[in-house]
């Protein structure tokens, strides 16, 4: 073997070396920078927790409060419900109160208007049978009224 040929395989040999060198030292490099950033990572990632943490407390305790807020209402609305259906339930036993009492005074009404009919009615026979010369007794005998009141017309209306 000649010089140049050890020579090139003692190189060979180095750069064989020094190449698997290099290459540790960059698979080295590349786990510590992949560890770096992992842990930058987490930290940053712990950073925002911690950020916001404080934050998603406040958005509970406000939620909380809405909650109770909102419960709160649900219990008004009940009631104003409930005090609703007294007062429409008042109002409708009133309604059927004042129906009612319409109803009577309307066939009252009815009653007296037809009252009268027969008292205008009878006063009229009464002066009619008066015209025509009837007496008192028989007018009373006639359309069997008191006597009284058949003198009590005829003497209003100047018959005899």
């Known amino acids: 073997m000649t010089l140049h040929t050890m020579l090139a395989f003692l190189l060979f040999g180095l750069g064989t070396a020094c190449l698997a060198l290099a290459l540790s030292e960059l698979i080295q490099t590349r786990r510590i920078r992949q560890r770096l950033e992992a842990e930058s990572v987490r930290a940053a990632h712990t ?41 429409i339930a008042s109002l409708k036993l009133l309604l059927n109160r004042a129906d009612a009492l319409m109803a009577r005074q309307q066939q009252s009404a009815a009653e007296e208007e037809n009252a009268e009919q027969r008292i205008s009615d009878s006063r009229q026979k009464i002066i009619q049978l008066a015209a025509k010369g009837l007496s008192v007794d028989e007018i009373s005998e006639r359309l069997t009224l008191p006597k009284g009141e058949v003198a009590l017309v005829v003497g209003l209306r100047g018959g005899r």
Do not use: C, I, W, Y
């Not at 409060?65 to 007062?87: I, M, S, Y």
């Open 47 to 87: 950073r925002v927790l911690s950020m916001l943490e404080p934050v998603l407390a406040e958005a509970k305790a406000v939620a909380d409060a809405f909650d109770g807020h909102v419960a709160e209402k649900r219990l008004l609305v009940t009631e104003l419900n409930q005090n609703l259906e007294k007062r």
